[in-house]
């Protein structure tokens, strides 16, 4: 057995017969979440250690005001809404953008938002809008965009924002869910800022991060790390700090050159979540010198549920299982969504829903 070998091996073992006090660490990206379900890690641990899904997955957070913005623009003549794939089927508070499209919407799905930059070459007369969702690992994919359509002078293309930041919403948590010991940091949004920006919410709140990578070793070291780190603090009053488990994408002050951009284009504000409400500072929007490029972002402060069944607002905050809600598996299913859980490939309800089916 190599020593790699030996080291998993140790580390399934601990997390098998852990027979403590309970821990719940919650993963705060819709890629973990993903990849847990994937490499079946939660299946590893013992009945006293709880992964329990967080607010990471940007269409699961998207509000429904955004959704409905998005499709009053695509009904409108001469105007196109230009979107990632997963969003398109995100309930809004009467429709999807999927089923605006089947009434004759103008909605163009692509893999990248550069994309847009063809699509208004093509089309001048065309009025496009990026739907611009995601956290601080897109928030450069779309400053870049915003440095192509100003040095272009491309006139034919908004964003519509709905931007979020990690540290507010792990501040909310902190502060309101009540059920967390330890958090999985999201290694894409630690490779643009950097693994320290975790640090103040460890020391505030006197809980262990792990920066996480997404391949299944290096995901299984943060797992274990973080709830030894917890077990670490209870027995031995151990301070919690933030351990960087994926060194070979984050460092301590992550890109410089993308965080420049980013605060070139944008500013802090505050931002409303789906199902938990508005967090101050949680969001960012285009600055005031870059209006002309914003498509009614402002605007979009309306939360709704399509279902009131659904209870994607208690599992988005580590309060409840999908398991717990009376539509999963049932009236709410990824062909039939009630929720945006459910939608995402990253949401806790739909990785949740395939993992039980395949196991």
């Not at 852990?18 to 847990?36: F, K, L, N, Q």
């Not at 933030?242 to 500013?267: D, H, I, M, R, W």
Request: proline share 6%; hydrophobic share 40%; net charge negative.
């Amino acid at each position: 057995m190599t020593d790699i070998s030996y080291k998993i091996t140790q580390m399934k073992s601990w997390l098998a017969a852990y027979d403590g006090p309970d821990i719940s660490v919650m993963e705060v990206c819709g890629s973990h979440t993903a990849a847990i379900s994937k490499y079946g890690i939660s299946g590893l641990l013992s009945p006293k250690l709880h992964l329990i899904s967080g607010p990471g997955c940007p269409v699961c957070v998207t509000p429904t005001g955004y959704i409905d913005r998005l499709i009053g623009l695509s009904m409108e003549a001469d105007t196109t809404v230009v979107t990632f794939g997963d969003l398109i089927r995100v309930p809004g508070r009467e429709k999807s953008l999927a089923e605006a499209k089947g009434e004759g919407a103008s909605v163009v799905m692509v893999y990248s938002p550069m994309d847009i930059l063809r699509l208004a070459k093509e089309k001048p007369a065309q009025h496009f809008v990026f739907a611009a969702v995601g956290f601080e690992t897109t928030a450069p994919v779309y400053a870049m965009l915003m440095e192509q359509l100003v040095e272009e002078q491309i006139a034919n293309v908004q964003l519509l924002t709905a931007l979020k930041t990690m540290p507010p919403v792990i501040r909310w948590l902190c502060e309101h869910s009540g059920k967390i010991d330890g958090f999985l940091a999201p290694g894409h949004v630690a490779a643009v800022t950097g693994a320290e920006l975790f640090i103040p919410l460890a020391k505030r709140y006197q809980m262990p991060f792990g920066v996480a990578g997404f391949g299944a070793e290096e995901l299984l070291l943060a797992v274990y790390g973080t709830f030894r780190a917890v077990q670490q603090y209870r027995e031995c009053g151990m301070a919690p700090t933030v351990k960087n488990y994926y060194p070979s994408v984050v460092t301590a002050q992550g890109n410089p050159c993308a965080k420049v951009l980013v605060e070139k284009y944008f500013e802090p504000c505050d931002a409303l979540w789906r199902g938990i409400g508005v967090i101050e500072g949680s969001g960012r929007r285009l600055k005031s010198e870059y209006a002309g490029f914003d498509a009614g972002s402002e605007l979009l402060m309306e939360d709704h549920k399509k279902n009131q069944a659904c209870r994607c607002d208690q599992i988005l905050m580590g309060r409840a299982l999908p398991g717990d809600c009376p539509l999963f598996g049932t009236g709410c299913t990824p062909l039939h969504p009630q929720g945006a859980c459910m939608v995402s490939e990253e949401g806790s309800c739909h990785q949740y829903l395939m993992f039980h089916r395949t196991r």
